[in-house]
Structure formats: structure tokens, C-alpha cells
């Protein structure tokens, strides 16, 4: 069984949603990529926005609990998204290596929390959930591809990457995508050197 190393020296403020590793701060991967989410989101009103958010807190509490404790607790509005990841777990039988799992790049100093890293069959996956009403392939890839490279960094390497798309019909899709996805990780890299860049001003 492969085993993901600890990371205890990363602490994480899950108030302010700020990662930290002594007194540095680490950028989330959500922060980093904010420039392409809000391209993405632009024309969808606040209001829709913090709706969606609220969806998604709630169905991935809901899973880390069934994950964790064996319970199903989740909001009656909700509860077609959960029998989608119920169905999606039943077809695809996973063994959990880590749910929830905060992660950093030790030399790219970037931390963030990966929903799931599983087996699946003989190769180890890094899953992450998706409650929005369509999916864009320009973020996720993005984003995973950030997951699995800190999580490289820190001794173990991802076969496959995917996000699992949960609908609230019950329904889900599950596109899956290569490790070392190349194009995605130099479009990360640019956000944290652009990152960086502006930090180095606010000195």
C-alpha cells in the first residue's frame, strides 16, 4: 500500500483559509489560479457564485464524514449530489490513501487540499469533486496538475488524475486526465511567478 508522507510542519487556518509552514505563508493553489477562475466566472452573478460555494462546502463535507465515519449528513437540497458520488464510489471501488489531504511543494513553496488520493485498480489517482453546474476542463486541469506535482515533491508520484463531477440529477461524469500534463503545470507556473512578482511589492 502506498503511504503518503505526513506533513505535519504545514498548518493550516481554516478561518482565514491561509496555509502556513512556520511564519512563511504558502499561496493556496486557489489563490494562484485566481486569475483564471475569474475569467471563467466573470459573467456569473455573486449571488449565484456564493450559492455554489455553500452547494460545494456542503457535499464535500459530506463525503469526508461518509469517508471518514461511515454517515451520510447532508442537506436535503444536496442529497442527489451525494447519491451521484455513492454510484460513482460503487462503480469504481477505490481504496482511500488520503481524503482531505493538504499538500505543499517543497521547492515552489504552494500549498493546497487535494479532496481525494485513492487507488484505483493498480494506479494512484488524485480526485478532486465538482458540485458546479458545468465543468471547465481549463481549470480542473490546471488544478490537479498543481496537486500532483506537490504531491511529487513530497516522494510519491500520481498515475491519473480526475474530477469527478457530481449533478444534481444524481448523475456524475468522470473525465480523467494523464499525470504530467505538461501545458497545464507552465500555465501554473506563471501564476506563481506572476504571484511572486507582485508579492515582492507589497514588501
Known amino acids: 500500500m502506498i503511504e503518503i508522507p505526513s506533513v505535519p510542519e504545514l498548518e493550516f487556518d481554516e478561518r482565514s483559509h491561509v496555509y502556513r509552514i512556520g511564519s512563511e505563508v504558502l499561496p493556496s493553489v486557489t489563490t494562484l489560479m485566481k486569475p483564471l477562475s475569474d475569467r471563467f466566472y466573470k459573467t456569473i452573478p455573486e449571488d449565484v457564485l456564493q450559492k455554489a460555494a455553500g452547494r460545494g462546502t456542503a457535499v464535500h463535507n ?19 449530489y451525494f447519491d451521484a458520488f455513492y454510484d460513482w464510489w460503487r462503480k469504481y471501488e477505490p481504496t482511500v490513501i488520503g481524503s482531505e489531504l493538504r499538500l505543499y511543494h517543497k521547492l515552489l513553496r504552494y500549498a493546497g487540499t487535494a479532496d481525494l488520493v485513492c487507488m484505483i485498480g493498480d494506479e494512484l489517482w488524485i480526485i478532486d469533486y465538482k458540485s458546479t453546474s458545468t465543468l471547465s476542463e481549463m481549470l480542473v486541469r490546471v488544478q490537479l496538475e498543481a496537486y500532483a506535482r506537490a504531491l511529487e515533491s513530497l516522494g510519491v508520484k500520481a498515475a491519473r488524475k480526475g474530477a469527478l463531477h457530481l449533478r444534481k440529477d444524481g448523475s456524475w461524469d468522470f473525465p480523467g486526465f494523464p499525470a504530467g500534463d505538461s501545458a497545464a503545470w507552465r500555465v501554473f507556473g506563471s501564476l506563481k511567478n506572476i ?3 507582485t508579492k515582492s511589492y507589497d514588501k
Do not use: K, S
Request: charged content about 20%; proline content about 9%.
Open 195 to 197: 504571484y511572486d512578482y
Open 62 to 80: 459530506a463525503i469526508e464524514n461518509w469517508l471518514g465515519f461511515g454517515i451520510v449528513d447532508i442537506p436535503v437540497p444536496y442529497m442527489e
